[in-house]
């Protein structure tokens, strides 16, 4: 039988934010924002930043990178004015180099933001999974900011919080829908409509049928906690054994 703590670790937190907290999605990509947080941006409308960190120029081998460029820019823009989300920054590096121009990540002013979600640290895309580790390096972070991971490229396997986005997945997928030069490839509407309906399940929500999942790392004293919960639980145990 698992100990007490180790389910309260695994618990999944149905994520509520206050309506007078700063939320930022650093995207790497147009449409990653959408895809990781599409439900958080129409939850929260009036209430998101974006930073878009690179253009993705390379996302559509069947058409040039100027024009790829030039139509992405365009999908992205259309898409935070349909959510009502306002564009922080937009980076323009080069696809797939940022983890090779992480500066600009670790420079911004993050001061205002109460809550910020980027990529799975874990991600298999490695424009994705550098972000977390730049933004860590960031000296304007607020003080008690929340940092929650998001998917994409590759599930979270241990998924902290999720979001119910049950009422309006209607509007992600519109978000989602704007995104045209990525469905002439694959139906990623599709595919992450019917990722998010499967992870409900994850949630044991049993209200919820639409779910966006994150990760919170836990602090280094967290993390210190149950290390020492474990040792005392252990031992606890092999003195109890050893007296009856």
């Known amino acids: 039988m698992r100990r007490r703590f180790d389910q309260e670790i695994d618990?999944?937190?149905?994520?509520?934010?206050?309506?007078?907290?700063?939320i930022l999605v650093i995207a790497p990509h147009p449409d990653d924002e959408t895809y990781g947080c599409g439900g958080v941006l129409?939850?929260?409308?009036?209430?998101c930043d974006v930073i878009l960190l690179a253009y993705g120029e390379t996302g559509n081998p069947n058409w040039t990178k100027d024009r790829t460029l030039r139509v992405r820019c365009e999908e992205f823009r259309n898409a935070m004015k349909m959510a009502d989300a306002t564009i922080a920054a937009e980076f323009g590096i080069t696809n797939r180099r940022v983890s090779e121009n992480l500066e600009q990540i670790i420079q911004f002013d993050y001061s205002k933001y109460d809550y910020i979600f980027v990529p799975n640290r874990r991600d298999r895309h490695g424009d994705h999974s550098c972000v977390l580790r730049a933004l860590k390096k960031s000296r304007t972070l607020k003080k008690g900011v929340t940092i929650l991971q998001y998917e994409m490229w590759g599930a979270l396997p241990n998924a902290t919080h999720y979001l119910d986005i049950s009422n309006v997945i209607d509007e992600k997928e519109k978000l989602m829908l704007c995104y045209k030069s990525q469905e002439e490839r694959i139906p990623y509407c599709a595919r992450i409509k019917a990722r998010d309906y499967y992870k409900a399940l994850e949630t044991y929500?049993?209200?919820c049928q639409y779910a966006e999942l994150f990760y919170l790392e836990p602090s280094w004293i967290t993390t210190l906690g149950v290390k020492v919960k474990n040792v005392i639980g252990y031992w606890a145990k092999n003195v109890a054994l050893r007296f009856r």
């Open 11 to 22: 618990k999944m937190v149905k994520l509520q934010i206050s309506s007078n907290n700063k």
């Open 42 to 47: 129409s939850i929260y409308k009036g209430q």
């Open 205 to 207: 929500d049993k209200k």
